[in-house]
């Protein structure tokens, strides 16, 4: 089975902008997940969707917003890019969420200039 | 509530000794516990899983963990660390306590030297 991809790899945007990132899961898998990862403030989570469903969210401020699609593709959205928003972004797919592992895809790399 | 704690932030072994990472849980209820690697600037692996069956797990590349309940403990261990070992390792914990969260350690930073 195809692992999990994201789209792009690499992203470099202004302040102010705004961003979509996606995530495909693994063939079969409804849950998605999404977190921030930065040097600072270690992972953490922004969001699970969950048969286009928001099942979960983390302490992050609306502009962070997401959604899923029928075919469980997910996408992350982010307005108005701070500065602090510079990280990586991982999405993680899973059988049904919790309690069944997840599987990482590679990740986006964000930088807010 | 859920908590996970990873003991060590960095650990340094020497290539061909035992690799010995920490990690205690808290769960009300039977958690499934993970870890993950993950090497820089890539995604998270997933190395093993306990998920209430056989206490001690077998993972990836060598490595396992043994699940003590009366300890609360899910430690990594290695018999031999290999450079491409060095990488940064996460426990994580997940249960059915409603709030169906995966809970992440802190990490810890596996250096190996030659």
């Known amino acids: 089975k195809a692992g999990v991809t994201q789209t792009p790899r690499y992203l470099i945007k202004t302040r102010g902008q705004q961003v979509t990132l996606s995530c495909s899961p693994i063939?079969?898998?409804?849950?998605v997940s999404w977190y921030q990862q930065t040097p600072g403030q270690g992972l953490q989570f922004l969001f699970e969707?969950?048969?286009?469903?928001?099942?979960n969210k983390g302490n992050f401020p609306g502009r962070f917003s997401g959604r899923q699609f029928s075919n469980s593709r997910s996408e992350m959205n982010v307005s108005t890019l701070e500065l602090g928003d510079s990280a990586l972004y991982l999405c993680?797919?899973?059988?049904?969420?919790?309690?069944?592992?997840?599987?990482f895809g590679p990740g986006t790399r964000l930088t807010v200039t | 509530a859920q908590s996970v704690t990873q003991l060590d932030s960095h650990v340094s072994v020497s290539e061909g000794t035992p690799v010995l990472l920490r990690c205690n849980y808290s769960?009300?209820?039977?958690?499934?516990l993970f870890w993950y690697v993950q090497h820089p600037n890539k995604g998270l692996q997933l190395l093993l899983k306990?998920?209430?069956?056989?206490?001690l797990v077998k993972g990836i590349n060598g490595f396992e963990a043994e699940f003590k309940k009366s300890e609360t403990s899910f430690h990594l261990t290695k018999p031999s660390a290999h450079m491409s070992d060095a990488a940064e390792y996460f426990c994580?914990?997940?249960?059915?306590?409603?709030?169906?969260?995966?809970?992440f350690g802190t990490g810890t930073r596996l250096k190996v030297l030659a």
């Open positions: 994580v914990v997940s249960d059915r306590s409603g709030t169906y969260k995966y809970i």
């Open positions: 969707y969950f048969s286009e469903t928001q099942r």
């Open positions: 306990y998920t209430s069956a056989a206490t």
């Open positions: 769960s009300s209820y039977s958690p499934s």
């Open positions: 063939s079969g898998h409804r849950s």
């Open positions: 993680a797919s899973s059988l049904n969420g919790v309690p069944y592992e997840q599987y």
